[in-house]
Protein backbone atom coordinates (compact mmCIF):
# COMPACT_ATOMS: atom_id res chain seq x y z
CA UNK A 1 0.00 0.00 0.00
CA UNK A 2 3.04 2.27 0.85
CA UNK A 3 4.02 2.08 -2.72
CA UNK A 4 0.86 2.81 -4.10
CA UNK A 5 1.29 6.40 -3.33
CA UNK A 6 4.52 8.55 -4.90
CA UNK A 7 6.71 11.40 -3.11
CA UNK A 8 5.61 14.18 -5.18
CA UNK A 9 2.02 13.12 -5.26
CA UNK A 10 1.38 13.23 -1.39
CA UNK A 11 -1.78 15.17 -0.18
CA UNK A 12 -2.10 16.07 3.36
CA UNK A 13 -4.47 13.21 3.86
CA UNK A 14 -1.98 10.70 2.61
CA UNK A 15 0.62 11.78 4.74
CA UNK A 16 -1.79 12.06 7.96
CA UNK A 17 -3.14 7.85 7.14
CA UNK A 18 0.86 7.27 6.96
CA UNK A 19 1.77 8.42 10.33
CA UNK A 20 -1.18 7.08 11.69
CA UNK A 21 0.01 3.58 10.62
CA UNK A 22 3.28 4.40 11.83
CA UNK A 23 1.82 5.06 14.88
CA UNK A 24 -0.08 1.58 15.53
CA UNK A 25 2.58 -0.38 14.59
CA UNK A 26 5.13 1.05 17.08
CA UNK A 27 2.18 0.71 19.64
CA UNK A 28 1.87 -2.71 18.71
CA UNK A 29 5.62 -3.09 19.49
CA UNK A 30 5.75 -1.30 22.81
CA UNK A 31 2.54 -3.77 23.87
CA UNK A 32 4.57 -6.85 22.78
CA UNK A 33 7.65 -5.71 24.59
CA UNK A 34 5.45 -4.95 28.03
CA UNK A 35 4.38 -8.35 27.68
CA UNK A 36 7.64 -10.21 28.01
CA UNK A 37 8.77 -8.47 30.48
CA UNK A 38 5.68 -8.88 32.60
CA UNK A 39 6.31 -12.83 31.86
CA UNK A 40 9.42 -12.67 33.29
CA UNK A 41 8.36 -10.70 36.51
CA UNK A 42 6.06 -13.42 36.99
CA UNK A 43 8.04 -16.36 37.02
CA UNK A 44 8.14 -18.08 40.58
CA UNK A 45 10.86 -17.09 43.10
CA UNK A 46 13.59 -19.96 42.67
CA UNK A 47 15.40 -21.49 46.13
CA UNK A 48 19.44 -20.15 46.20
CA UNK A 49 21.46 -23.10 46.21
CA UNK A 50 23.70 -23.64 49.53
CA UNK A 51 27.01 -24.58 48.24
CA UNK A 52 28.54 -24.64 51.86
CA UNK A 53 32.15 -23.17 52.53
CA UNK A 54 34.27 -23.31 49.22
CA UNK A 55 37.97 -23.42 49.64
CA UNK A 56 40.51 -20.51 48.89
CA UNK A 57 41.13 -20.50 45.54
CA UNK A 58 44.72 -21.52 44.23
CA UNK A 59 45.22 -18.76 42.00
CA UNK A 60 44.61 -15.47 43.70
CA UNK A 61 44.74 -11.82 41.94
CA UNK A 62 46.94 -9.03 43.33
CA UNK A 63 46.08 -5.85 40.89
CA UNK A 64 46.58 -6.92 37.22
CA UNK A 65 49.02 -9.45 38.50
CA UNK A 66 48.07 -13.54 39.33
CA UNK A 67 49.80 -15.52 42.11
CA UNK A 68 49.62 -19.30 42.67
CA UNK A 69 49.43 -20.71 46.37
CA UNK A 70 52.87 -22.55 46.75
CA UNK A 71 51.07 -24.62 49.85
CA UNK A 72 47.97 -25.72 48.20
CA UNK A 73 49.71 -26.69 44.76
CA UNK A 74 51.17 -29.93 46.72
CA UNK A 75 50.59 -31.34 49.49
CA UNK A 76 53.45 -30.94 52.95
CA UNK A 77 54.14 -35.24 52.55
CA UNK A 78 54.80 -35.13 48.91
CA UNK A 79 57.03 -32.49 49.48
CA UNK A 80 58.97 -33.91 52.05
CA UNK A 81 59.23 -37.08 50.28
CA UNK A 82 60.45 -34.90 46.87
CA UNK A 83 63.13 -33.25 49.00
CA UNK A 84 64.68 -35.55 50.11
CA UNK A 85 68.19 -37.82 49.09
CA UNK A 86 67.07 -40.09 46.30
CA UNK A 87 68.66 -43.28 45.22
CA UNK A 88 69.14 -43.53 41.56
CA UNK A 89 69.52 -47.08 40.27
CA UNK A 90 70.78 -48.30 37.36
CA UNK A 91 68.37 -50.00 35.30
CA UNK A 92 70.60 -53.36 33.89
CA UNK A 93 71.47 -53.66 37.96
CA UNK A 94 68.08 -53.94 39.05
CA UNK A 95 67.13 -56.31 35.89
CA UNK A 96 70.50 -58.24 36.74
CA UNK A 97 69.55 -58.67 40.74
CA UNK A 98 65.64 -59.41 40.05
CA UNK A 99 67.12 -61.85 37.10
CA UNK A 100 69.16 -63.56 40.33
CA UNK A 101 66.25 -63.58 42.62
CA UNK A 102 64.40 -65.21 40.52
CA UNK A 103 66.83 -67.94 39.93
CA UNK A 104 66.77 -68.27 43.81
CA UNK A 105 63.87 -70.21 43.67
CA UNK A 106 61.64 -72.56 41.82
CA UNK A 107 59.34 -69.89 41.73
CA UNK A 108 55.30 -69.57 43.19
CA UNK A 109 54.62 -72.84 41.05
CA UNK A 110 57.23 -75.06 43.27
CA UNK A 111 55.96 -72.91 46.41
CA UNK A 112 59.17 -70.93 46.29
CA UNK A 113 61.48 -74.10 46.34
CA UNK A 114 65.12 -72.79 47.72
CA UNK A 115 68.30 -73.66 45.58
CA UNK A 116 70.16 -76.28 47.05
CA UNK A 117 72.83 -75.74 49.09
CA UNK A 118 75.09 -78.43 48.39
CA UNK A 119 77.25 -78.49 52.02
CA UNK A 120 79.15 -81.53 53.27
CA UNK A 121 76.46 -83.30 54.99
CA UNK A 122 74.05 -83.21 52.72
CA UNK A 123 75.96 -84.73 50.12
CA UNK A 124 76.82 -87.81 52.26
CA UNK A 125 72.95 -87.97 52.46
CA UNK A 126 72.16 -87.99 48.61
CA UNK A 127 74.95 -90.70 48.06
CA UNK A 128 73.54 -92.33 50.77
CA UNK A 129 70.02 -92.27 49.09
CA UNK A 130 71.87 -93.16 46.19
CA UNK A 131 72.96 -95.97 47.86
CA UNK A 132 69.89 -97.08 49.86
CA UNK A 133 69.65 -100.62 47.92
CA UNK A 134 72.57 -101.66 50.15
CA UNK A 135 71.46 -100.16 53.53
CA UNK A 136 68.50 -103.10 53.60
CA UNK A 137 68.55 -106.60 51.56
CA UNK A 138 64.96 -106.96 52.70
CA UNK A 139 63.85 -104.09 50.47
CA UNK A 140 64.27 -103.02 46.75
CA UNK A 141 63.92 -99.69 45.30
CA UNK A 142 64.55 -98.39 41.46
CA UNK A 143 67.87 -98.18 40.35
CA UNK A 144 69.47 -94.78 39.28
CA UNK A 145 71.64 -93.71 36.84
CA UNK A 146 75.54 -93.36 37.64
CA UNK A 147 75.35 -89.94 36.46
CA UNK A 148 72.64 -89.06 38.80
CA UNK A 149 73.35 -84.95 40.05
CA UNK A 150 72.09 -83.36 43.33
CA UNK A 151 68.39 -81.42 42.70
CA UNK A 152 68.86 -77.86 41.73
CA UNK A 153 66.31 -76.70 44.05
CA UNK A 154 65.48 -79.27 47.10
CA UNK A 155 64.88 -78.39 50.88
CA UNK A 156 65.74 -80.68 53.82
CA UNK A 157 62.61 -81.04 56.94
CA UNK A 158 61.98 -83.29 59.64
CA UNK A 159 59.09 -85.90 59.17
CA UNK A 160 56.94 -85.57 62.63
CA UNK A 161 54.58 -88.02 63.51
CA UNK A 162 50.53 -87.25 63.93
CA UNK A 163 49.36 -87.65 67.47
CA UNK A 164 47.70 -91.17 66.96
CA UNK A 165 51.14 -92.43 65.77
CA UNK A 166 52.67 -91.65 69.13
CA UNK A 167 53.26 -95.96 70.02
CA UNK A 168 53.27 -96.87 66.49
CA UNK A 169 55.25 -94.74 64.32
CA UNK A 170 56.83 -92.47 66.98
CA UNK A 171 61.18 -92.64 66.82
CA UNK A 172 62.22 -92.11 70.68
CA UNK A 173 64.51 -88.80 71.28
CA UNK A 174 67.78 -91.26 71.86
CA UNK A 175 67.06 -92.74 68.56
CA UNK A 176 66.84 -89.69 67.06
CA UNK A 177 69.65 -88.43 64.36
CA UNK A 178 70.58 -85.34 62.68
CA UNK A 179 71.67 -86.98 59.60
CA UNK A 180 70.82 -90.20 57.42
CA UNK A 181 74.79 -91.02 58.58
CA UNK A 182 74.41 -90.83 62.02
CA UNK A 183 71.52 -92.68 61.82
CA UNK A 184 73.29 -95.33 59.60
CA UNK A 185 76.20 -95.80 61.83
CA UNK A 186 73.95 -95.93 65.53
CA UNK A 187 71.77 -99.15 63.57
CA UNK A 188 75.66 -100.83 62.51
CA UNK A 189 76.50 -100.74 66.19
CA UNK A 190 73.34 -102.39 67.19
CA UNK A 191 72.53 -105.20 64.51
CA UNK A 192 76.46 -105.62 63.14
CA UNK A 193 75.33 -106.45 59.83
CA UNK A 194 77.97 -104.54 57.85
CA UNK A 195 80.98 -105.98 60.19
CA UNK A 196 79.54 -109.63 59.30
CA UNK A 197 79.41 -108.81 55.52
CA UNK A 198 82.79 -107.58 55.53
CA UNK A 199 84.27 -110.40 57.29
CA UNK A 200 82.40 -112.96 54.93
CA UNK A 201 83.89 -111.17 51.76
CA UNK A 202 87.07 -110.83 53.33
CA UNK A 203 87.29 -114.16 53.85
CA UNK A 204 86.01 -114.83 50.48
CA UNK A 205 89.10 -113.13 48.69
CA UNK A 206 91.49 -114.43 50.82
CA UNK A 207 90.81 -117.70 50.16
CA UNK A 208 93.44 -119.46 48.33
CA UNK A 209 96.11 -117.55 49.11
CA UNK A 210 99.06 -118.18 51.63
CA UNK A 211 96.86 -116.67 54.90
CA UNK A 212 93.99 -118.52 54.26
CA UNK A 213 96.29 -121.68 53.87
CA UNK A 214 97.90 -120.98 57.23
CA UNK A 215 94.23 -120.44 58.83
CA UNK A 216 93.09 -124.28 57.46
CA UNK A 217 96.44 -125.74 58.53
CA UNK A 218 96.03 -123.75 62.00
CA UNK A 219 92.30 -125.25 62.07
CA UNK A 220 93.58 -129.11 61.70
CA UNK A 221 96.26 -129.19 63.93
CA UNK A 222 94.01 -127.94 66.53
CA UNK A 223 91.70 -131.25 65.98
CA UNK A 224 94.26 -133.33 65.75
CA UNK A 225 95.42 -132.19 69.33
CA UNK A 226 92.24 -132.62 70.41
CA UNK A 227 91.79 -136.14 69.44
Not at 78 to 91: G, H, M, Q
Not at 98 to 119: C, V, Y
Not at 141 to 151: H, I, L, T, V, W
Request: hydrophobic residues 30%.
Amino acid sequence: MDNLFSEDDLSDEQIYVLLQRAKSRLQEKCTITTREKGSVKNLPNLPKLDVGTLPPPYVRSIGEIAYADPARLLRKEDRDLSNRIRKVEDPLVVKKQLAEEKKATAGPSWFNLPRTNLTPELKRDLQLLKMRGVLDPHRHYKKESGKAKAPEYSQVGTIIEGRTEFFSARIQNRDRKKTFADEIMAGEEQSGRFKRDYERIQTAKTSGKKAHYKKLQEKRASKVHKR
